[in-house]
């Protein structure tokens, strides 16, 4: 018996029919994430099945981080972009979104205030992260609650494994930058004064800081990477104690890839104090 052969349209329309009936989460999905701290929350709640552009990358200030030519490539074909409530105006992502005439591109602004390294607030974004993907793509959403399940339960423990670690430190008196005031406050620590980014410092903001702390034991000075790795190394120099400094970002170094080892690289520095 002679070989039947199908005609090359026939197959093609065969091809085509397979593709369409795809779950939309059977290959990677392409997401967009304000910044590294979202993309960690995706990469945990989507198990490896995403494809994630990072807009603002861990070790630049958000303020500062500019969006480049392949980014606009990759919104073109992205199925959800995720960012801070913060974000949404801001001129790169503005002109971005603008640019792509995507109107059929969803967007989620996750509502969350204050530090992702404090554990609530970690939890919560963590928490409306899985709702935005539930939402998008429905039927993975009992894997995506699986995962955040796993992620919450994870939160927990790093949160009491800290505390341990951090109990000897409780009550001492810092000077901090504004960007991790309320870390440093949630560690248990006394936040005598604050300052801001580095380019904002100057020989008067530095007196005006000293006077403030005049006559209090000042135990440490803590920075905050994106804002400036130096910004209070003067202080810590003039009252003679030590300087540490953290960062707000997953992947601003290799040794802190995602949040569990960024938190546990924050704690094990103000520890040190």
Not at 102 to 123: A, C, F, H, Y
Not at 174 to 191: D, K, P, S, Y
């Amino acid at each position: 018996m002679r070989a039947r052969h199908f005609p090359v349209f026939v197959l093609f329309f065969v091809l085509i029919l397979c593709s369409c009936g795809r779950s939309a989460f059977a290959g990677p999905v392409k997401l967009i994430a304000g910044t590294s701290l979202i993309t960690d929350v995706l990469q945990a709640l989507c198990g490896g099945n995403a494809e994630i552009l990072t807009l603002v990358q861990g070790s630049s200030c958000p303020g500062h981080e500019d969006v480049k030519t392949g980014d606009f490539v990759f919104a073109s074909h992205a199925d959800l972009i995720v960012l801070h409530a913060w974000q949404e105006r801001m001129p790169q992502f503005t002109t971005m979104l603008k640019s792509i005439e995507r109107p059929d591109l969803r967007k989620v602004l996750l509502t969350e205030t204050g530090s992702w390294l404090v554990p609530d607030n970690q939890r919560e974004a963590s928490r409306q992260a899985a709702a935005a993907l539930e939402k998008a793509f429905p039927e993975k959403a009992g894997d995506v609650r699986a995962r955040l399940a796993k992620r919450l339960a994870r939160i927990d423990a790093a949160e009491a494994e800290a505390g341990k670690k951090l109990a000897p430190a409780k009550g001492r008196a810092v000077i901090a930058a504004q960007m991790q005031a309320e870390f440093v406050r949630w560690a248990g620590f006394r936040v005598l004064a604050t300052f801001g980014r580095g380019e904002d410092m100057s020989a008067r903001t530095l007196a005006d800081i000293l006077q403030v702390v005049k006559g209090q034991k000042v135990d440490g000075v803590v920075d905050n990477l994106q804002s400036g790795a130096k910004s209070g190394l003067p202080l810590a120099l003039e009252l003679g104690v030590p300087h540490v400094v953290l960062s707000n970002f997953p992947d601003s170094s290799p040794d802190v890839p995602d949040w569990f080892s960024l938190f546990s690289a924050g704690v094990s520095a103000l520890a040190g104090i």
